[in-house]
């Protein structure tokens, strides 16, 4: 890829995102002016990842409040704007910490507001290029096999992120050092960020890569073709419990079944010291369409309902480790009793 991908950013006007529904098949952007359109984007997934939403509600802010200026909003509703932004999904915690760090700002004025949204982004690409090589250095240490054969699920590519890539970096950084051999990608049912995004990226890079569905993922962990798998995280709470998108759950569990390494790769924006256990992480329920239908075609019986978790917890005693840009912590040796410390 020549110029470095970048799902989110600032135009001096508007916020321009990757149209992330149009890929594999078309490379689109779309510039946000208003709030309402900010909120829809974030829910269809226009943009998505939990450190490119981080950037995403960071900038936010200044979308509302040039709506706020051009459309004579007092100061209620812009903080009504605000909040609405806050909450427009719930499980990944770096929208509300992206939104968080900015908002304490809006007194001072537009250019204080997009100049720590810029921080945001820039702190964040910075996170996921040390997150790569802690994770790299680690995997290497720990994992005999070359080349190795490394399972991920979901997205967490440059386009999930302000750049690089947090497992997805982990990986690509294992690529650029000579030890990989193959990366299988998750699909990712219902919306296949996995077969859809991470496979368009690996593409991109050169990277050798194999889709296979969700289902086949515990069994190519317990036969013993994957050496390691890498994924990455929407929320993690205090006690090391990690929210991912569903279907990592049964990655980790087949993992620990087989005794092969389950690595989580995440900035430390994504810890939330704010959540005790996994039990308090809000797990967005999306519509059952995305299960009963493909490309707006019912799949399923008329009259059958769906249940759509997007994501689901892995407890932290099957975290093998927690790569995070300050290093690498070995959750399951328990390394988190009392709480994931703080600048780990
Ligand atoms: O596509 P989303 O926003 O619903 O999925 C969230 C994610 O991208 C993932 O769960 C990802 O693995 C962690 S965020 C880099």
């Known amino acids: 890829m020549s110029e470095p991908l970048r799902a989110v950013r600032w135009t001096g006007d508007a916020l ?58 007092g100061r209620p509703a812009l903080e009504a704007a605000i909040d609405r932004i806050r909450a427009a999904r719930p499980t990944a915690v770096n929208l509300a910490v992206g939104v968080d760090r900015v908002r304490p700002l809006v007194d001072a004025g537009l250019p204080a507001v997009l100049a720590e949204a810029e921080r945001v982004l820039h702190e964040d690409v910075a996170a996921n290029r040390a997150i790569g090589a802690h994770g790299a250095d680690w995997i290497l240490a720990r994992v005999s096999r070359r080349p190795l054969r490394v399972l991920t699920h979901c997205n967490t590519g440059a386009l999930a992120t302000a750049g690089w890539g947090t497992a997805l970096g982990v990986i690509r950084e294992l690529h650029a050092r000579g030890a990989l051999e193959v990366v299988y990608v998750d699909e990712t049912r219902p919306l296949l960020q996995g077969s859809r995004l991470t496979a368009w990226e690996l593409a991109h890079e050169g990277v050798p890569h194999l889709v296979q569905a969700d289902g086949a993922a515990p069994s190519t962990i317990v036969r013993g073709l994957a050496d390691v798998a890498v994924i990455g995280a929407d929320r993690i709470a205090a006690n090391g419990d ?47 369409a995305e299960v ?12 059958t309902r769906g249940f759509n978790p997007a994501f689901d917890v892995t407890p932290a005693e099957l975290v093998t480790a927690l790569v995070t840009e300050t290093g690498v912590l070995e959750v399951a040796r328990g390394q988190v009793p009392g709480g994931v410390p703080p600048g780990t």
């Not at 149209?19 to 269809?44: F, G, N, S, W």
């Not at 009963?292 to 009259?303: H, I, K, S």
């Open 16 to 73: 321009r995102l990757i149209d992330q529904t149009a890929l594999p098949d078309r490379l689109e952007h779309v510039e946000i002016r208003d709030v309402d359109a900010l909120v829809d984007a974030v829910r269809r997934l226009v943009v998505r990842g939990a450190p490119a939403l981080g950037v995403t509600g960071a900038y936010g802010v200044a979308v509302a409040m040039l709506q706020a200026r051009r459309e004579g909003w």
């Open 242 to 288: 990690v929210a991912n998108k569903i279907g990592s759950l049964g990655v980790a569990l087949a993992c620990a079944h087989a005794g092969v390494p389950f690595v989580v790769a995440a900035p430390r924006s994504t810890v939330d010291p704010a959540t005790a256990t996994g039990a308090d992480i809000p797990i967005e329920l999306r519509d059952e």
């Open 292 to 303: 009963l239908a493909w490309e707006g075609v019912r799949t399923a019986p008329a009259r």
